[in-house]
């Protein structure tokens, strides 16, 4: 069986309180894009793991779709699986693509054994792997709260704007994003303030780990600069970076950006 992961991108991201367990209370908007890994499973004598395309650090049982699959074992007579990743989405680039191959194999698991696991379930599963690993189990536009594994649906359709995005040569781990943070509460929520057009979003909507990560990657400030010289209506790092999208009303050209960084079209 096979299924095809897809990345996302955090429209917006306020950090507001510092947790006793050591997380923070966020709010941000996910938004699921046209950037995918492939995840293939079959049953097996013994679980393996390979992966291919691009290098995926750590070791197998680090894997979180390994992960995932220990996790359902404890409580699921499943048989040994082999897994193979065909690894695309881009890596420490606030994509989610680890937590969405891991959300991914959950659903494929579900299915392929009749474990029988509602959506819920299987979200609650999802969020002892990873924050906005829960997330990718519905897949569609949310509002996050709490510690970004809490949903309320919205309404939010981009699909008549063209989304760029550039991963610029720098991995920042969410970890290391959170370091120097001073959360602080918000007074216009992004549950409201993403029902405003579009091109208005430059004035309200903001990520709080820019500061912070511009400060010790200048050129991910470049690339954002670059996506508002090409036309971007908004543009913004996503999650904790490295990456940065841009949308646009058409197809940019982005070519002066494609020396030093990937860019991907039409996501
Ligand atoms: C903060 C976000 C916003 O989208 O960053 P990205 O990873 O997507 O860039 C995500 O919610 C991340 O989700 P995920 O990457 O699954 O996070 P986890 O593995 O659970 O956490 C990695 C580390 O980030 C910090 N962390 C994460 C989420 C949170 N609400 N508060 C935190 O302080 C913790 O130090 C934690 O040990
Ligand atoms: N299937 C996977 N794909 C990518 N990274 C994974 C995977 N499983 C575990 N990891 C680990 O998770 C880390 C963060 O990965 P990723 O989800 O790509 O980043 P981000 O949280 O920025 O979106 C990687 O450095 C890697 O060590």
């Given at each position: 069986m096979i299924l095809f992961p897809n990345a996302k991108i955090n429209i917006g991201l306020n950090i507001t309180e510092r947790r006793a367990d050591g997380y923070h209370n966020l709010e941000t908007i996910f938004y699921p894009i046209k950037i995918n890994d492939v995840l293939e499973v079959i049953e097996a004598d013994s679980l393996s793991f390979t992966s291919s395309g691009l290098d995926i650090p750590g070791r197998m049982e680090d894997n979180l779709c390994v992960k995932g699959y220990h996790l359902l074992k404890k409580d699921f007579n499943i048989p040994p699986v082999s897994i193979h990743l065909h690894k695309h989405i881009p890596i420490?680039?606030?994509?989610g693509g680890g937590s969405s191959d891991a959300a991914f194999f959950i659903k494929l698991m579900n299915g392929k054994f009749n474990l029988g696991l509602n959506i819920e379930q299987q979200q609650d599963y999802a969020r002892t792997l990873g924050a906005?690993?829960?997330?990718?189990?519905?897949?569609k536009p949310v509002f996050a709260f709490d510690r970004g594994d809490e949903f309320e649906p919205i309404k939010l359709d981009l699909s008549a704007y063209h989304i760029a995005l550039v991963m610029p040569p720098v991995h920042v781990s969410t970890s290391e994003a959170f370091r120097g943070i001073q959360p602080a509460p918000v007074k216009d929520s992004l549950y409201d303030l993403i029902y405003e057009p579009v091109r208005e979003w430059k004035k309200y909507i903001k990520n709080d780990f820019e500061a912070n990560i511009f400060k010790n990657h200048i050129e991910i400030r470049w690339v954002k600069a670059a996506l508002y010289e090409a036309g971007a209506l908004y543009a913004a790092m996503s999650g904790s970076g490295a990456s940065v999208f841009g949308i646009f009303e058409t197809k940019p050209d982005l070519s002066a950006l494609e020396t030093d960084n990937q860019v991907f079209y039409g996501v």
């Open positions: 420490g680039a606030g994509l906005d690993c829960a997330f990718f189990i519905e897949n």
